[in-house]
């Protein structure tokens, strides 16, 4: 439970929207120690423009353009070590996943292209159960305009067996969008 104290120490973010992330976290951000047991697990930190930890001490400055503009919102996988690593339990993915809808939102996004690709592999996943690597990258291609990136990779990944040149199907396509549309309905954007 969160005390007057926190809420002070939290007040100045993101336009009133720091109540959607504590509530996506569930616990009060203003509870980070930044002792960066998350960013010593991340497996995508080092690489990254911010770190795990940093960006929970963004939120809590205020610093929306920075956050939202931050290409670690968009590269984060959700794995979850930062949330099995920290001793205050703050659920950083749920609140990174409340950071791209703002960022959606207000039109921030710092990685386009990895947006387009999420919302690409939901849109298979929604249509066929599973996704199929060859349709999730021509129509990502198509989309980004990117059509000399990786073209070397093409003959090598086809001949390993790393392209299914027939796309699989799985049951349950009325179930799967009724998932998906009842996930729109509680917050969702996709």
């Known amino acids: 439970m969160r005390s007057a104290s926190d809420a002070s120490l939290s007040a100045p973010l993101i336009d009133g929207a720091l109540?959607?992330?504590?509530?996506?976290?569930?616990?009060?951000?203003?509870?980070c120690l930044q002792c960066?047991?998350?960013?010593?697990?991340?497996?995508?930190?080092?690489?990254?423009?911010?770190?795990?930890?940093?960006?929970?001490?963004?939120?809590?400055?205020?610093?929306k353009d920075e956050v939202l503009a931050s290409r670690f919102i968009w590269e984060c996988t959700s794995c979850?070590?930062?949330?099995?690593?920290?001793?205050?339990?703050?659920?950083?993915?749920?609140?990174?996943?409340?950071?791209?809808?703002l960022s959606l939102d207000s039109r921030t996004v710092a990685e386009p292209a990895v947006s387009t690709f999420n919302g690409i592999f939901l849109a298979l996943v929604r249509e066929m159960g599973r996704t199929n690597e060859l349709a999730l990258m021509a129509a990502f291609k198509m989309r980004?305009?990117?059509?000399?990136?990786?073209?070397?990779?093409?003959?090598?990944?086809?001949?390993?067996?790393?392209?299914?040149?027939?796309?699989?199907f799985?049951?349950?396509?009325?179930?799967?969008?009724?998932?998906?549309r009842r996930s729109r309905e509680l917050g969702g954007k996709r």
């Not at 998350?38 to 795990?52: H, N, Y």
């Open 19 to 31: 109540l959607e992330l504590e509530n996506a976290a569930s616990v009060g951000l203003s509870g």
């Open 36 to 63: 960066q047991k998350c960013t010593s697990g991340c497996p995508v930190a080092a690489e990254s423009d911010l770190k795990p930890h940093e960006v929970i001490r963004l939120v809590q400055l205020g610093a």
């Open 80 to 101: 979850e070590t930062c949330l099995t690593r920290c001793p205050q339990a703050i659920d950083l993915p749920a609140v990174v996943d409340a950071l791209r809808r």
């Open 144 to 168: 980004t305009r990117r059509f000399s990136e990786d073209v070397g990779k093409f003959p090598m990944m086809l001949r390993k067996g790393k392209f299914a040149l027939l796309p699989a």
């Open 170 to 180: 799985v049951k349950g396509r009325k179930g799967r969008k009724r998932a998906f």
